[in-house]
C-alpha cells in the first residue's frame, strides 16, 4: 500500500538492547491518521564515498523492526540505500522488494517527456 509523505527528515532510532543508535537519514512517514499507528514509508542511508553493502541495510531493518515494536506501522516500509560511491553486490542482489539501491545518476537524471 502506497502513501504520500506527511514528512520527511532525518533522525536517530536508540537501540537500547544493543546500547546503541542507528542514525536514519530520511525517513518518510505517512500523514498522521486518527487512532491509527503511524505508517512508515521509508528508511534510508545516504553515503557519499563509501560502497554500500549488506551492513547498511541491515542497520536499516533493525530500525525499521524497533521502530515496529515502539508501535509504528512499519509493514510497508521501503529501506533505502542512497550512494555516491556504488553498492556491493550483497545490496543489489536483494531478493527483498522493499529494499533499494539508489545511485547519484538517478537521482539526478532529468525525468521522462511526454
Known amino acids: ?22 542514525r ?25 564515498g563509501d560502497v554500500m553493502d549488506s551492513r547498511h541495510v541491515d542497520r536499516l531493518r533493525r ?3 524497533l521502530l515496529a515494536a515502539r508501535g509504528y506501522d512499519t509493514r510497508d516500509t521501503i529501506l533505502i540505500c542512497y550512494s555516491g560511491a556504488g553498492f556491493d553486490p550483497s545490496v543489489t542482489a536483494a531478493t527483498d522488494d522493499r529494499v533499494a539501491a539508489v545511485t547519484l545518476g538517478q537521482l539526478y537524471e532529468a525525468p521522462p517527456t511526454s
Open 24 to 48: 536514519i537519514d530520511v525517513a518518510v512517514l505517512a500523514p498522521s491518521v486518527p487512532d491509527e499507528p503511524r505508517r512508515v514509508l521509508s528508511l534510508g542511508e545516504a553515503k557519499w
Open 1 to 22: 500500500m502506497g502513501g504520500f509523505p506527511g514528512e520527511v527528515g532525518a533522525g536517530v532510532v536508540a537501540d537500547t538492547a544493543r546500547k546503541t543508535q542507528i
Open 63 to 65: 530500525a525499521r523492526d
